[in-house]
């Protein structure tokens, strides 16, 4: 049988966190297919084309992660558990982004890898020990020489961005010490299924891992699950707690009942992906006809959150600058530029949304709450709000 299964096609895409400056809006972007695939040995759902993590993470890396609050408080409450729990002499964070993670702990035992040296110096400006190198087995034995073994490795967004899942655990083996722990926390893809939030999947997103499919890759290394937080962060991620096999470290409950939840929808089989393509398909056509409904009657659209995410709903719905007339965004590194591929501008956010503005379309849907709160004045005077998980609806 045909291992990986090809499901889901999104169509033409450029890179999603690639934005544009003014003198480039006119020039040919560089477009892939973002086509998507189940791989039934596995269970590993991917994305067929992918590129080098040179292109895709380098010294012009928009993102940081230090820009919702929901993110800081996330960071927080997993440090306020980790020196509780674990109490570790050193810790190394893989995608250190901002340090908004590190930041919860001592400079002295920290150690953050981030490859993207613009968003890496931030940390390292702050005293922390940051390293702006990719993380793989080179890199991994030269940490392991200079700092010895490692009690805590925590990963969150960034394996599921590497292609090389092979070199990214051997990397991990040679640094974490016996009775260590490893914490990754990456999109669910069980929750991604159950929102139909196929904006998970752009380039960055190279894996969008499941609890089936991550067992099965860590058997391979010798290490395992043995407890799983479900949270709500980027609209459903997982928390998987890893340790060595030989480790004696007991297996929670929590692992059992997310096998159960994942094997009960259907993550195991192949049908159950083509049934997700044919809810994508009609997601679109619904979020199509929501943008027209509110331009028939000319109404002013804008964008809030200028998301990798809002990278794949646009291109592949085709809604570009004649529907959105501009978003709004708190990242620096974004703003005065135009989003890939549909070329909306990005406009500083100051601190409210004009009175002109009739919908708002949310590219940062997982910050949905924390959006709302702030944005209480727009709602009030009547403003409305377009989201496209788990349908596509105006609220
Ligand atoms: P956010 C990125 O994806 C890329 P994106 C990456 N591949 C990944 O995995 C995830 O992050 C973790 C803005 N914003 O976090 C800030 C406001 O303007 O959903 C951000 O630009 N006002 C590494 O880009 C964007 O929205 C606000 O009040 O999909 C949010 O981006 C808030 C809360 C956010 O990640």
Redesign the pocket.
């Known amino acids: 049988m045909k291992k990986k299964i090809e499901f889901l096609d999104l169509g033409q895409q450029p890179l999603a966190?690639y934005y544009l400056d003014k003198n480039q809006i006119n020039k040919k972007e560089r477009k892939y297919r973002l086509i998507i695939c189940f791989d039934n040995n596995n269970k590993l759902v991917s994305i067929k084309k992918t590129f080098s993590s040179k292109m895709m993470f380098n010294n012009k890396y928009p993102?940081r992660?230090s820009?919702?609050?929901?993110?800081k408080r996330s960071f927080k409450n997993l440090a306020v558990q980790i020196k509780k729990k674990i109490n570790p002499k050193k810790i190394l964070e893989i995608g250190s982004n901002d340090g908004s993670f590190l930041k919860n702990f001592n400079k002295n035992i920290s150690i953050g890898i981030e490859p993207c040296a613009n968003v890496e110096k931030i940390t390292k400006k702050q005293k922390f020990n940051t390293i702006p190198k990719y993380w793989n087995s080179k890199l991994a034995k030269i940490i392991e020489k200079k700092y010895g073994k490692i009690d805590l490795i925590y990963s969150a967004?960034t394996i599921s961005?590497i292609k090389d899942l092979n070199d990214v655990f051997k990397s991990i083996k040679i640094v974490l010490s016996d009775n260590g722990t490893l914490i990754l926390e990456d999109p669910s893809l069980l929750e991604c299924l159950k929102r139909n939030t196929y904006d998970q999947f752009y380039n960055?997103?190279i894996y969008v891992f499941s609890y089936l499919s991550l067992k099965n890759i860590l058997k391979k290394y010798n290490l395992e699950i043995y407890k799983i937080e479900n949270l709500n962060i980027?609209g459903g991620s997982n928390r998987y707690f890893i340790k060595k096999i030989n480790n004696k470290k007991k297996i929670e409950k929590s692992v059992r009942s997310q096998q159960i939840k994942e094997k009960k929808y259907g993550l195991d089989k192949k049908i159950t992906y083509f049934k997700f393509k044919k809810r994508v398909e009609n997601s679109r056509k619904k979020l199509i006809s929501i943008f027209k409904f509110c331009k028939d009657k000319n109404k002013k659209i804008i964008g809030?959150?200028?998301?990798?995410?809002?990278t794949t709903i646009l291109n592949y719905c085709k809604i570009d600058n004649k529907t959105i007339d501009y978003f709004?965004?708190?990242?620096k590194d974004?703003q005065n530029k135009y989003t890939p591929g549909t070329k909306i501008k990005v406009e500083k956010?100051k601190g409210f949304i004009n009175k002109d503005v009739d919908y708002v379309f949310l590219?940062?849907w997982?910050?949905k709450e924390?959006?709302f709160k702030?944005e209480k004045k727009f709602i009030k005077r009547g403003g409305k709000f377009i989201i496209h998980t788990p349908n596509p609806k105006i609220i």
């Open positions: 966190n993102y992660s820009m919702s609050k929901t993110m967004n961005h960055e997103h980027h809030y959150g200028a998301t990798a995410k809002a709004l965004d708190t990242t974004k956010y590219g940062a997982n910050f924390e959006i702030k």
